[in-house]
């Protein structure tokens, strides 16, 4: 019994053992280095021949070679924080809306580009917009290149088609948010099985609000400023007057019954059961929306485009700071983002095994082919890449055209640094939380607000206020 | 006589019933996953499918060489772990038993500490990742939470309820502490630690963190973590807050609610199937002959 | 058998003969375990520091700047601090009374029990709650208590009375929380149970029985007190956890709604959602270490009473 015991874990030891030699025995190509990129998604069957392909075009033009890593979606933000604190070399990764700018930042994990553009990949510089620059600087520095996509958010609402005409609604009627209100009522009488009214998760009062106010903070929805004020004074969202408008609405369209009873904590319903709900829109948007639920949508638009800052880092690509080699990972940024041929390879696979081409702009991805669409905003300029089948053909010039028409944020590139302050706003996070069922309706409006309203006074939220302007006052004061 | 009976009945009734009521939830999950998805989004959960529908469980097994891999990982460490668990942690365990050692109590101790006090995840993953070179191996799953206090102390309970006299018997006989170790202690402890390997079984069966964290090679995923994936895409949907990307996040897949259940059942189900292998060991009272004074 | 006796008593005084013997067959026989605790759970320990620290990727654990308790300060000063400590502290503390009993009981009552096929069945069926992940539990629970089509307000309505929105009561989730965390351990850990009871000799049944004792009396002299050190035991390891909460259930089942934080917010699910929004490892590190501690202070309190009452009942 013992001997049989003493064998197993001798062979586990030597198990051990050889595992662990293997990792160590790689070699490197000497003067060629290879550069890791970390991205979100899942991982491609025929990354190898791809990545081939890309070393083929990028070796004669910059000297190394690329290794995309794909992480899963789920695990890329904890992976990442890993990988940074724990020091792994790797050399560029995408950061935005997961893998957040602004803490990879603040925690030291990516490092400043200005330099580095300037004498390595100026033509970077021109092949990007400069309020994409604008949005991305952090105290004069800029730390990522953002993935050129829609970033001027506009507010639509999408109505189901066949309701539409069924009920002969005129969609042109439609100016603000409140014109539905007649809508939503034959969709309750006469429509049992669908829900009227869908807020979403993030629109909400934005619905009411987003015409006349941004959003400063948006760690806190709370501090809003007036786009149109030129000195930016910030204000608490429930003093301003179209807040209080829209959640009353919200609340009687609740007890009117538009919107479902179980809101708060409802899953992601299909937004097929929606007569009408409300989102943020790009072009193009309502044609993949048809795609997905398969019901035709009409969408009318509310408000003019408005771009943030926020809206301008969720998708970007950053170099690491344990990377050895930077110069040639911002050559490699500048390449992605102004070679096409180069940035359909990573985001659609090799041409004829994995799509097909229709004619020059429009492609048709091979189902199942080992290779699918890795998301081409994850890696650079989406104006760039092909279109795939069902986006209208005019979609990439759209798009552009809403960022580049949108009205732009003042404070375009301020970044709001919490450091002095934390306590504070852990409190009013919570506090935001606690009552953010004060957007959907199911509450009682008014003994609710007058709650939210002392609770945030007292959590503090005057000193945040105070704080975040007095930090404004000194962007602008320094844009100048 | 009769008595008996009738208080055996009401026994088992009242069994019965805190069975159904427990054991519900997850026949709704079977049937949840046996349902046509739009019939959920209108109708709700039910707990027999309005239109049975197995089209949940085909979406799970369009890609069938990931899951039966996965399941060969995951069988293959968790048996792993069971049997190193147990066998290392009842060697500590008796060891802590004896009464008459000296040290003991630093000893435990020393164990003790470890369960409130750990470096955190950061540490953790630098020593994994940067000394031990243990991710995408198969060993991340297995040593660490090898020796896990909890499940020590356990044992060391049931040890010390073994009498003495049968310690004292094989000393007699010549042996030591190896002998009445393995003679003794082991053999007339199968009750506990049967749990004992059962809970470490299930706790490596339906680890998806280690997974997430650790491992990037395809085939070495374990199978709660093929499950967790789906879900945390969803989970990600649902928190995010910013406009931009929620038009964009449109162009994930995003799974049916029947295909959670359908996954959630096959990855739960074969845990359930082993347990009865576990329950023939919980056999009553100590069972060596000849020591009866 | 006396001499057996006297000599393992023998053994309980210090420096009886061959003890360093015996000492050190012992040691070696627990070497490997010991290593294993030594790599895996004291290395990592080191990076402790970090709650004092302000963490910069880039400097790393050693090389980021000290800050002493600045860390701890952020969450100490939070006016929430009292409600979800409170919180984490009562429903654990329910959660560890409540499961104790109900997993006592019904490993009583499963070795009652004559079938072995019954037994064995039950058993089976109740631990199946275990193997669900909370996001799937959250699932069912959700589906017995929503307000539009959930299975608990049918039932209220049939017997005429008015619907309520769960999600909406923060006073009635304690109770939920409750009965959710009985459904998901309390087959799991009467098998814990069940395995001590399969431990107690035979004998003492059979004498009782000669003796005319009761069922009843039976469970309070013979199975309880032989019980008492394995529960005891456990109740010692769960109170070290008791700042600790499980996150899984507070965060999935609740489905993080605002309204229910007053009752149902706990130290994980707080620093958690702190975290997304100020990002920063020192205050997760420091609230962890402040569990740690708490943890201790109580194990060591708790383990000093019940040494008191029956040195056998200590953990160390």
């Known amino acids: ?480 | 006589m009769y008595k008996k009976a009738v208080s055996q009945t009401i026994l088992k009734i009242a069994l019965a019933l805190l069975a159904v009521l427990i054991i519900y939830p997850f026949i709704l999950l079977v049937s949840v996953s046996f349902s046509a998805e739009k019939d959920i989004l209108s109708y709700g959960y039910s707990i027999i499918p309005k239109t049975f529908d197995v089209e949940a469980y085909r979406y799970v097994f369009k890609n069938p060489m990931a899951l039966v891999n996965a399941y060969k990982v995951t069988t293959l460490f968790s048996v792993a772990a069971m049997c190193l668990g147990v066998f290392f942690m009842s060697m500590i365990a008796y060891v802590l038993s004896r009464k008459d050692l000296r040290g003991r109590n630093v000893l435990s101790f020393f164990l003790y500490f470890t369960m409130l006090f750990n470096g955190g995840l950061v540490p953790t993953y630098i020593l994994m990742t940067k000394y031990l070179y243990l991710n995408d191996t198969i060993w991340v799953y297995i040593l660490p939470g090898l020796i896990s206090p909890w499940y020590v102390f356990m044992i060391r309970t049931f040890f010390n309820g073994i009498p003495a006299e049968l310690s004292e018997s094989v000393r007699i006989d010549g042996g030591n502490v190896y002998t009445i170790f393995f003679k003794i202690i082991i053999p007339l402890s199968k009750p506990v630690l049967a749990t004992v390997a059962l809970f470490l079984f299930l706790a490596k069966w339906n680890d998806w963190y280690t997974a997430m964290l650790y491992i990037n090679k395809e085939n070495l995923v374990s199978l709660q973590y093929l499950l967790q994936r789906i879900l945390q895409n969803i989970q990600l949907l649902q928190n995010l807050n910013y406009g931009a990307v929620s038009s964009l996040m449109n162009e994930l897949d995003i799974p049916a609610e029947t295909v959670r259940m359908a996954m959630a059942v096959v990855v739960a189900g074969p845990a359930l199937i082993v347990f009865p292998f576990f329950q023939k060991y919980f056999v009553r009272g100590l069972t060596v002959g000849g020591v009866k004074g | 058998m006396n001499v057996q006796l006297q000599k393992s008593k023998r053994r309980l005084i210090d420096g009886y003969p061959g003890q360093l013997t015996e000492t050190m067959q012992l040691y070696s026989l627990c070497v490997i375990p010991v290593l294993l605790v030594v790599i895996f759970n004291y290395l990592p320990i080191i990076g402790i520091i970090i709650a004092f620290k302000d963490y910069r990727f880039n400097l790393g654990i050693f090389g980021s700047e000290w800050v002493g308790f600045d860390n701890f300060r952020i969450m100490l000063k939070t006016k929430d601090f009292v409600t979800i400590t409170w919180n984490t502290l009562s429903l654990n503390f329910i959660f560890i009374v409540t499961g104790t009993i109900a997993a006592v009981l019904l490993s009583i009552i499963l070795f009652e029990v004559k079938s072995r096929t019954f037994t064995k069945a039950i058993q089976t069926l109740v631990i199946t709650p275990y193997f669900l992940s909370w996001v799937i539990a959250s699932y069912m629970v959700f589906a017995f208590l929503n307000s539009e089509y959930g299975i608990l307000n049918k039932i209220l309505i049939g017997i005429g009375m008015k619907e309520v929105n769960w999600y909406s009561e923060p006073n009635a989730w304690p109770g939920i929380l409750t009965v959710a965390n009985i459904w998901k351990n309390v087959g799991m850990d009467s098998v814990i149970y069940y395995a001590a009871l399969m431990g107690i000799e035979n004998s003492l049944f059979e004498a009782a029985q000669v003796d005319g004792a009761s069922k009843f009396r039976q469970a309070k002299s013979i199975i309880i007190p032989s019980i008492m050190p394995l529960i005891v035991i456990m109740t010692i390891l769960k109170i070290g956890n008791i700042f600790r909460a499980d996150f899984g259930m507070f965060y999935q089942l609740t489905r993080n709604v605002g309204v229910l934080y007053s009752k149902t917010d706990v130290i994980d699910t707080y620093i958690f959602r702190t975290m997304r929004v100020l990002g920063d490892m020192g205050l997760s590190s420091a609230v962890g270490l402040m569990q740690s501690v708490i943890g201790l202070v109580l194990v060591i309190c708790t383990n000093y009473a019940s040494k008191k009452i029956d040195k056998d009942f200590g953990l160390f």
Not at chain 1, 124 to 135: E, G, I, R, S, T
Not at chain 1, 216 to 242: F, H, P
Not at chain 1, 394 to 403: H, I, L, P, R, S
Request: proline share 3%.
């Open chain 1, 1 to 480: 019994m013992k001997k049989i015991l003493a064998v197993i874990l001798a062979a586990m030891i030597a198990a051990y053992v050889c595992g662990c030699s293997k990792n160590l025995g790689q070699t490197n190509k000497a003067d060629i280095p290879e550069l890791v990129w970390y991205v979100p998604g899942s991982k491609q069957a025929d990354m190898e021949l791809v990545k081939e392909k890309i070393n083929e075009i990028l070796v004669p033009k910059i000297g190394a070679t690329l290794d995309i890593q794909f992480i899963d979606d789920g695990a890329y933000q904890e992976r990442m924080n890993m990988n940074m604190a724990s020091g792994t070399v790797f050399d560029l990764c995408f950061c935005g809306y997961v893998n957040v700018y602004y803490d990879c930042i603040r925690q030291g994990g990516i490092i400043p580009l200005n330099d580095l553009i300037n004498k390595e990949a100026p033509s970077l510089l021109k092949a990007l917009p400069q309020y994409l620059f604008d949005a991305a600087t952090v105290n004069g520095k800029i730390y990522a290149i953002p993935n050129n996509q829609i970033m001027a958010q506009n507010i639509a609402l999408s109505f189901q088609k066949k309701l539409v005409d069924k009920y002969s609604y005129n969609l042109s009627d439609v100016k603000r948010n409140g014109d539905i209100e007649p809508f939503l009522k034959t969709i309750k009488d006469k429509e049992p099985d669908l829900y009227p009214f869908n807020g979403g998760t993030s629109v909400r009062i934005n619905l009411w609000s987003m015409d006349k106010y941004e959003n400063a903070y948006i760690g806190l929805n709370c501090l809003w400023i007036d786009k149109s004020d030129e000195q930016c004074k910030v204000i608490k969202r429930y003093d301003t007057k179209e807040f209080l408008e829209g959640i009353h609405t919200l609340r009687d369209w609740y007890n009117k019954g538009y919107i479902r009873k179980d809101v708060t904590s409802a899953t992601g319903a299909s937004d097929s059961q929606y007569a009408v709900s409300a989102i943020f829109n790009k072009p193009g948007l309502e044609q993949e929306l048809e795609k997905k639920l398969g019901i035709e949508l009409d969408t009318v638009n509310l408000y003019k485009a408005h771009m943030t800052t926020q809206g301008c880092i969720q998708t970007m690509t950053g170099v690491s700071a344990t990377s050895k080699n930077p110069e040639k990972a911002v050559k490699i940024i500048e390449q992605v983002n102004t070679n096409a041929e180069l940035y359909n390879l990573i985001v659609y696979g090799v041409e004829g095994k994995h799509y097909t081409k229709i004619n020059d702009k429009y492609i048709k991805v091979i189902p199942e082919s080992g290779y699918s669409d890795s998301g081409a905003w994850k890696f650079g300029n989406q104006f760039n890449a092909y279109i795939t089948e069902g986006k209208p053909e005019n979609v990439w010039e759209e798009t552009q055209k809403q960022n580049d028409e949108a009205t732009k944020s003042k404070l375009l590139g301020f970044a709001f640094n919490t450091k002095k302050i934390s306590s504070e706003i852990a409190q009013c996070v919570s506090v935001t939380e606690k009552y953010s069922a004060i957007e959907d309706g199911s509450v009682d409006v008014d003994t609710f607000l007058e709650k939210y309203i002392q609770e945030m006074e007292d959590a503090g939220i005057n000193i945040v206020k105070a704080e975040l302007q007095s930090q404004i006052d000194e962007f602008l004061a320094n844009k100048k």
